[in-house]
């Protein structure tokens, strides 16, 4: 953080109280400063926050609020900024309190399997922290070696993995949350499970960052698997490919990763940092994984690689060693990242479809690719159904902006109408506000707003996200070329 | 007589007068009401909100001893009717479900299709899915399945002014809106009655095998050193359930410390772990194996211990509770050892069992009633000193306020509250039912 800088606006009152809570040093809130908290990894709005408050501690980020309230300025709470549905994004004079320097780990206990963090430790450093000594931290978001377990906590965030071993919400056992009153409470004391009264733990997580700010997590830690064997398959017809996934669900095998892209992402990924050499005429890969007690996965892998040439698989083979099997997952979780090397915009998308679907709903996304078009690249976690198309546009292009929102709305459209959902893991955000109408009736966010009430009765905390606002219809602010070094996700170079 | 204010709601055939006004375990009504769809329900609930009548909610009626400090309400709506699949979806593993669904069965149903639902609570064949997720109960394979929250993904709920709300999905994996379906696993029906419930399944393991591990008397040091062995070893136990010696000896015959080991996965797999534990073995201890039938069946058999609503009797000696025990995993180990020793000194007798690596407790009793009121503050100020709590799941009514049937207040309280007066602002539904008097 460059505080040389020559200061050319003064402190206001507001500013100079949050100053006086954290130091001076610790508030960002000239205009320079803030340009880069104006948006998220979702780039297609943004909006200037008053200030940036840097908290060290619960007490600090409870003051912070005990503040905020008094002057009712409304605030957010930011992680690392890799959101992709604008949680951490400001309408506009929200003050940020990033927790970004909040990256201890308080606690370790592997005899009982937990292990307690700050909110800004970052995701993959807890599985290399404890990796020596066999264990890790399950949920692994692509961006996990920059997203925060705060963020994991307020987006639910998932990944590759979680076929087998579930999301956030099933490894968070314990939080200390500040609430929007300042007070602070602790739920699931110690990581106990089933504490007696409502479940506010799983209310919390996935709550977007608008029922209180997480403070510290206690988590669930895992054994390191005996072993592991990962399986490519290539395919010429993309049907093929859904008709495998289904059957080796059929075949009771649960892989811990069941990994689908279309021919547009192979282009995407071999063209940028970590190419595998997959042949370019295919219609998709899966990227397969199974792991467990050794003497177990064979027998899997064998039935694995039945069921992908019973159904016309044109190549399928199993990783020779951990470096090929590094550079598949490299290459596969490079995915939204290297989009950037074949089209200059992008958007990302996150529905849920029933497994089952798969074939039809990949067709009626060609079609509304024909509609608009623009190309759609498919990345997914097809195990469990969660679809990322990739929107793919040029913004300088006038309209294609609001075409791209369009079509990703329209994919998401698609996959409610199957009976899924439009959202498996990024959050709803600003983004897909509208879209929750979609698959809830006004009644049943009603509901879900009621209950935001009893935490954030003023609506100061993260205000205007996860709901449809009155009025809403779809606005897009232009993601320039010029504002590129401040996204998130090309800066980053790496997707899911 | 039935109420004539009832008139008209539903047909007379689904409503009477309740003729077990003095139920030992409380949570009746005066009126009866069967509910055999979810329009019922919520015809019921829309009556009784805008009239103000409390409604005490039943299905299997196995956990009617669970929470409760009002004898009666107006209406026990009974759901045990109100049963059956709406659908299952083979290929994606999900199934959805009327609440009055006994366990049994659904699993008897999901068999033919090689799958099941990974929730292994007590008493299948009279517990309901909805009973079960309303009171969270669970069984010592949720160390590797883990519990309702983690299988429910998608709810229909009929909220006490009558409206139905969805919650979650229909598909495994869904971030949209907040998690509402959490608030009403183990909400004891306090928030709105669960009219439909989709719940995530897995296919039925190839192979499952049963080491039992029985430890000489005293060997506490022991187990606990080969469970902290076993959970840092490569074997992933699906249980790791401690039986104390009473237990065990109706489980095995043996009147021992046992340690239940279950492995469910590809035969291979499941042989080799069994040899980790062989070639682990404490200094006297002894390990009997069962494999695939014979281990379904003792776990059949497992189920069917503690109170399950319908067995207490008139006998003041014989009064029954039932506590869960929640703890960090391995003081599990250490509440089995007081759970015993306060047996004695309380002159109560106790058959228990714990998952050493998920940290409940379940602690079935018999004795006197002021026995087990004495024996339960015992267990409780000991269990808290680790932080732990103890909640009752069965106790007879008279008891309950006496014990306690949740503990302390949590220090956030009042978001339950609000949680509640959100949701239900007239108090009708479960009133007193649960923690803190909600
Ligand atoms: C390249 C790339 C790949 C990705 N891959 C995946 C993936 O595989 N799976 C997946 O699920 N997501 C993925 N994401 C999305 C994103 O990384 C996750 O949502 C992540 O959890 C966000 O963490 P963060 O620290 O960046 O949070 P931020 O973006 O800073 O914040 C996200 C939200 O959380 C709130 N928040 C942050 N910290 C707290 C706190 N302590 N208390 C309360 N609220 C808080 C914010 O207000 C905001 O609403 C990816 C993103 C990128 C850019």
Redesign the pocket.
Known sequence: MNRKKHRREKPDAVVQRLMNIVGEREVFYLKEDLISYEC??YTMSKGMPKAVVFVKSTEHVSAVVRCLNEEKIPY??????????????PLGGEVI????R?KRMLHLDLENRKAVVE??F??LKLTQSISDKGYYYA??????Y???????????????H?LKYG??TNHILGLE??LPNGEVIEIGEEGIPDQPGYDLLGL?TG?????????K?TVKVLKNPEGKKTVLAYYDDINDASQAVSEIIAAGIIPAALEMMDSIAIEGVESAAYPVGHPRDIAAFLLIEVDGIAAGIDDQIDEILTVCKHNNVREVKVAKDEAERGLWWANR?M???AMGAISPDYL?Q?GVIPRTRLPEVLGKIAEISKKYELRIANIF?AGDGNLHPLILFDASIPGQSERAAKAGSECLKVCADVGGSIT????V?IEKSAEMRFIFSDAEMTAQTNIRAVFNPEDLL?PG?LFPQPGQCVEIKQAGQGDRSTV??NA????? | MIASYLDGILPKEQIRINDELRHPLGNGGLQLIEANSEEDISKVLAFAYSHNKTVNVISGGTKRGFGGENERADILLSLANYKGIVEHSVGDLTMTVKPGTTLKEITDELHKHGQRVALDASWPELATIGGIIAANDSGPKRLLYGSARDLVIGTRIVYPDGNVVRTGGKVVKN?AGYDMNKLFIGSMGTLGIISEITIKLRPLPKYEGLSLLQFPIGKEQDIREFSIKILDSMAEPVSLEILNPSIAEKMTGNRQDTLAISFEDREKAVLDQENWVETHLPFGGEHVVLHEEDARQWWEKFRHFGPNGYHDTESEADTQAALKVGSNNLDVLVNMVAADNLAAEHHVAVEAHGGIGHGISRIYVKGLPEDIVSYTRALRDKVKEKSGYVVCTHLPFILREAVGVWGEKPGYFALLEGIKRTNDPKNILNRNRFVGGI
């Open positions: 998220d990894g957010i709470a930011r992680g690392a900024g890799t959101g992709l549905s604008g949680g951490a994004t309190i990033s927790l970004v909040m909110p800004g970052i995701n949920p692994d978001p692509s961006s996990q920059a997203c925060t377990i705060g963020g994991n906590v307020a987006e639910n965030s998932g990944g590759a979680c999301v956030t949350v500040v919390l709550s977007e960052g608008t029922l209180g700010i997480v403070t997590i979780k995915g939204f990242g990302v996150d976690h498996g893991e990024h959050g955000g993260n996200k998130p996700v980053m170079g790496r997707g899911d | 971030v």
